[in-house]
């Protein structure tokens, strides 16, 4: 298995957009990787299209907990929670005016395979909008079973693993009724999918297409067309 070190193109911090439906999207998938990310310079958008007053109260405590010295911008929408195939429009607009703000070099979104509609949403959006961009695919556990074979992994040491779940609980309380929220079920498919990339813990993700240049081959001498 080949690792690939996820790092900014150019000088200066790595630029990340974290997208999601609902509050506790973006921690459920990628608090791992974003914890792990946070540790050196980063710049990061964050952005989520539903939630009620009190849920988007904890998504910026999420974001901040999460990535607490990164240079942070958050946006947060109350589009119609479990109706975004009828919002799509005003998904797809609110979409393209992150992308006329800003070039991330790293794209966390839904995967347009997940079966929650708000989810799938997103996920068949985001490759129209952002075309040059790394997009990883993050997975949410739910009762409709729907977890596919990921590409790629993001191995997570125990403590971070750990760290998530504590944020996750501290984070969203609103959460900790469903029967689904706990633990097991987060620290279970982290080392399921730890298991297989051979670590302990790990998140994992879909990458529909990405670009891997040979050292020897610089920008400028890159084939074109890949």
């Known amino acids: 298995m080949l690792s690939l070190p996820l790092r900014a193109p150019s000088a200066g911090p790595l630029s990340v957009l974290a997208i999601g439906a609902h509050p ?43 990535m607490p010295a990164a240079d ?9 929670e479990g109706r975004l195939p009828a919002a799509w429009g005003q998904v797809k607009e609110i979409l393209e005016g992150v992308a006329r703000s800003c070039s991330p070099d790293v794209i966390i979104a839904p995967s347009s395979d997940d079966a929650h509609q708000d ?8 490759p129209t909008v952002f075309r040059d961009q790394l997009y990883l695919a993050y997975e949410i556990p739910k009762w409709d079973g ?3 074979r990921p ?16 944020l996750l609980h501290k984070c969203f309380p609103s ?18 999918r730890g298991m297989e990339c051979r670590a302990r813990y790990a998140e994992a993700f879909r990458c529909a297409k990405s ?7 610089t920008p400028d001498t890159s084939p074109e067309g890949i």
């Open 146 to 148: 729907d977890l596919s």
């Open 119 to 126: 989810h799938r949403t997103i996920g068949e959006l985001v």
């Open 151 to 166: 590409s790629m992994y993001v191995p997570l040491p125990a403590s971070t693993a750990h760290r998530k779940v504590e």
């Open 211 to 217: 670009l891997v240049v040979p050292s020897a081959l």
């Open 175 to 192: 959460q900790r009724g469903h029967d689904w929220w706990d633990d097991e079920v987060f620290l279970g498919l982290a080392r399921l």
């Open 24 to 66: 506790d999207d973006i921690e459920i998938g990628a608090g791992g990787l974003l914890l792990g990310l946070a540790e050196s310079s980063l710049r990061a958008r964050y952005v989520v299209l539903t939630g009620t007053a009190e849920r988007h109260q904890e998504a910026r405590n999420a974001a901040h907990s999460f």
């Open 72 to 80: 942070l911008t958050i946006d947060l929408f109350d589009l119609p």
